[in-house]
């Protein structure tokens, strides 16, 4: 019912920059929240940042003034402007997003992921 597709990965080497998009459709009544996570090889997915509708913003500490997080809630996007790009940030990136339905399951809640894609920093 409801659909995200997540763009804007690839490899990038150290210091460099990459910006990913993640665009949700379909029966959306009302988006709460969205945000990234990210995977790296035989790890937790753990999260990256999260931003709410009226703007609230989190981050992990481990990308708290590289990354920002920005939303356009008229397109229902979200993105993630990643700087100073290290190694360490290697991972598959999935974005979420969190809210109500709209159409025959109106005010039910959803929370779904899209499919993720690859952010690889190496020189």
């Known amino acids: 019912q409801v659909q995200l597709v997540e763009s804007g990965g690839g490899l990038v080497q150290p210091g460099g920059s990459l910006r990913l998009s993640c665009a949700a459709s379909?029966?959306?009544?009302?988006?709460?929240?969205m945000g990234w996570y990210r995977q790296a090889p035989g790890k937790e997915r753990d999260l990256v940042a999260t931003i709410r509708s009226g703007g609230t913003t989190t981050y992990a500490d481990s990308v708290k003034g590289r990354f920002t997080i920005s939303r356009d809630n008229a397109k229902n996007t979200v993105y993630l402007q990643m700087n100073s790009l290290k190694p360490e940030d290697t991972a598959v990136y999935y974005c979420?997003?969190?809210?109500?339905?709209?159409?025959?399951?109106?005010?039910?809640?959803?929370?779904?992921w899209g499919q993720g894609t690859q952010v690889t920093v190496s020189s």
């Open positions: 979420n997003a969190a809210g109500t339905l709209s159409g025959i399951a109106i005010g039910e809640a959803f929370n779904y």
């Open positions: 379909g029966s959306i009544f009302s988006i709460n929240a």
